[in-house]
C-alpha cells in the first residue's frame, strides 16, 4: 500500500470535519446537477493549498471537482465559521490528552478590534533641526 498523499484527508480527521460543515438539502422541484461530495471537495482545497496552484488549474483527473467548486465551498465553509470550530475541536481534544504546552504559547491580539478605541500616537518629531520653508 502507497503512502497518502498530504492533500487527502483520512478517516481520522474527516470524522472531526464532517459534523462541522452545514448541511445543504437538495432542492426537490428543480435539483440541478448532484452537488459534489463535501469529502472531495476539501480534498481539492486541500490540493489547492499544498501546490499553491491557481484554482482554475485544478486538474479535472483526480476527481475533485473544478476549482470553481472547491473554491466556493471553501467560501462557504469559512462564512460558516467551519475552520474556526475546527481548530476549537482540535486544540480541546490535544488540551484534554496533555498535549499542549501553554508555557510555550503567545497571545496576539493585532487582529482583534478594539471597540473602545485607544490612545492616539503622538506626530512623530522630525529629525531636521529646523523645519523646512514648506513645512511651517
Not at 464532517?18 to 428543480?30: D, G, N, S, T, W
Not at 471597540?115 to 529629525?127: D, E, N, Q, T
Request: hydrophobic share 40%; charged share 30%.
Amino acid at each position: 500500500m502507497g503512502q497518502r498523499r498530504p492533500w487527502e484527508v483520512d478517516d481520522g480527521l474527516w470524522e472531526r470535519i464532517e459534523p462541522l460543515l452545514p448541511k445543504v438539502e437538495r432542492r426537490f422541484r428543480h435539483p440541478g446537477r448532484k452537488r459534489l461530495d463535501d469529502r472531495k471537495a476539501l480534498c481539492g482545497i486541500m490540493f489547492v493549498l499544498y501546490t499553491a496552484i491557481p484554482w482554475e488549474f485544478l486538474p479535472q483527473e483526480l476527481g475533485y471537482g473544478s476549482g470553481m467548486t472547491c473554491w466556493r465551498r471553501l467560501r462557504d465553509w469559512t462564512e460558516a465559521g467551519v475552520w474556526q470550530r475546527l481548530h476549537e475541536l482540535l486544540l480541546a481534544e490535544l488540551h484534554a490528552a496533555g498535549q499542549l504546552d501553554w508555557s510555550r504559547a503567545a497571545v496576539d491580539g493585532s487582529h482583534v478590534r478594539a471597540l473602545k478605541g485607544g490612545r492616539k500616537p503622538a506626530p512623530a518629531r522630525s529629525i531636521e533641526p529646523v523645519s523646512g520653508r514648506n513645512t511651517m
